[in-house]
């Protein structure tokens, strides 16, 4: 699976941006796809994930700001990011894997083979 991230950007604090990851390179039907991201100076950390097949997860730090949703027809998940805080200020990777993962597991970066390159999300105050 190859994986396209795209729409980060600069924005204010409370402003809202939607990040895009296309997928391409077989059948996804088994798909999980995910987002992750990565502070200056900070490890990488979850944020979202979602099944294809169904079923979600998402960190506590973003929940009720970020919803993640994925377009099967197009291919492409996408991460609405509402309320930005600079603390969200990092790079952003998708990630997907079509091994079959349990949902207390879709927040270890180790369960995602395929990465897409990161899409810069900068939040200042």
């Known amino acids: 699976v190859q994986l396209q991230a795209s729409g980060g950007g600069s924005v204010q604090t409370g402003d809202s941006l939607r990040l895009s990851c296309a997928a391409s390179?077989?059948?996804?039907?088994?798909?999980?796809m995910a987002w992750f991201r990565q502070a200056p100076g900070k490890e990488r950390e979850f944020v979202s994930a979602?099944?294809?097949?169904?079923?979600?997860s998402t960190a506590d730090s973003v929940k009720g700001r970020f919803t993640m949703s994925v377009d099967k027809s197009k291919n492409m998940a996408y991460l609405q990011m509402n309320g930005l805080k600079p603390e969200d200020t990092a790079v952003y990777y998708c990630?997907?894997?079509?091994?079959?993962?349990?949902?207390?597991?879709?927040?270890?970066?180790?369960?995602?083979?395929?990465w897409g390159q990161g899409t810069e999300v900068t939040v200042s105050s």
């Open positions: 979602l099944r294809w097949r169904g079923g979600t």
């Open positions: 990630a997907a894997t079509r091994r079959g993962i349990i949902l207390s597991q879709m927040s270890f970066g180790y369960e995602y083979e395929n």
């Open positions: 390179g077989g059948a996804f039907s088994s798909l999980t």
